[in-house]
């Protein structure tokens, strides 16, 4: 696979008052061209951290950040310019983003402007383009971000965050503020974004139902740390990291066979970043954990084919059975 972005090893820790924060510990993974990787894990677990440094808005401790084969782990405001065109990112929250005294069409142009793309013509007639393609109407580029539903705004941050034609865009939680008679007008309005523009997404979401829809391969983050990765399907029929399947089973209807047996995690907290358990740091919940959970660390190691990995002792190529098998039962 040509990735279109990778990340190697890449570690993003943080000084705070009571200690260090170890936000993203060794992560490891990469993005086809069009490709929709999904992100999922619960807050905390570092996948906003991960996706400001995917964009660069953050630079990491150590690793690397390639886009296009172009080295941008160290690269400075200035050299970064000309690749931040190519890499946008979609909040949870707009609103937040969006300058309230400007009106749609001109926080949609905002980035053209920035970035020297056009005269005032042709930065008007793309602004148009845009919102025909996010669905908004042509009037409604002079109206204010309070005038517009939760849904409308993301329209507006999604058009934004296309202007400049770019090959990445990082979603963090871009459905989770928005009902959810909204969140599938948006998610299929990404998706159809995605085929008319080959554009891709790392899909950050706490919830493996909405990424599980559309993502073409799913990495499961663990307290700043990927546990297992694989294609949608995959993942989706049989889970192998005991993380995954308590994610899954948190799902009323997951997996074929209808509903699966709830999987009790031993606590329901997750730890602290700030100190991680050692080991596997989900052996404190794990309800499979065993004395090697808490003394060894498990490598992230293909399973069956390069394209599924997992993190856990028990799961290996010879025995991905060691665990016990869900039952489509009660
Ligand atoms: Fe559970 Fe041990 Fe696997 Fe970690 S390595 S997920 S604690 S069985
Ligand atoms: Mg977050």
């Keep these: 696979m040509t990735a279109l972005f990778r990340m190697t090893d890449v570690v993003k820790h943080f000084r705070v008052e009571r200690g260090v924060v170890h936000a993203v510990d060794g992560v490891s993974l990469d993005v086809a061209p069009a490709e929709i990787l999904g992100l999922v894990g619960e807050s905390g677990c570092g996948k906003s951290t991960l996706a400001r440094l995917a964009v660069r808005i953050y630079a990491p401790n150590s690793g690397k950040i390639e886009l296009d084969g172009t080295d941008i782990t160290a690269m400075g405001r200035r050299e970064l310019r000309p690749h ?178 709830a999987l009790p995690l031993r606590n329901v907290d997750p730890p602290s970043p700030l100190a991680p358990p050692t080991g596997c740091r989900f052996h404190t919940r794990c309800p499979h954990a065993e004395a090697i959970c808490s003394a060894q660390e498990p490598p992230l190691r293909a399973i069956g084919s390069d394209a599924r990995k997992v993190a856990c002792h028990l799961v290996t190529e010879t025995a991905s059975d060691a665990l016990p098998v869900w039952s489509s039962e009660n």
């Design 84 to 261: 931040r065109t190519r890499m946008q990112m979609i909040f949870q929250d707009p609103f937040a983003s969006f300058n309230p005294r400007a009106t749609a069409g001109r926080i949609i142009e905002e980035p053209l402007i920035v970035h020297a793309r056009g005269d005032a013509k042709e930065r008007k007639d793309r602004v148009r383009w845009l919102m025909d393609k996010v669905g908004l109407p042509p009037e409604a580029a002079a109206r204010y971000p309070h005038e517009f539903s939760g849904g409308q705004r993301q329209r507006i941050g999604i058009a934004r965050a296309l202007a400049l034609s770019p090959s990445l865009i990082v979603c963090d939680e871009p459905v989770s503020a928005l009902d959810v008679s909204i969140r599938a007008q948006v998610i299929n309005l990404l998706m159809k974004l995605r085929a008319d523009l080959d554009v891709s997404y790392i899909f950050i979401s706490h919830d493996l139902s909405v990424v599980a829809h559309m993502a073409d391969r799913i990495a499961v983050m663990y307290l700043g740390k990927i546990v297992e990765l694989a294609d949608r399907q995959t993942l989706w029929r049989a889970p192998l990291h005991p993380y995954t399947r308590a994610l899954m089973s948190s799902i009323p209807t997951a997996g074929i066979g209808g509903k699966r047996a």
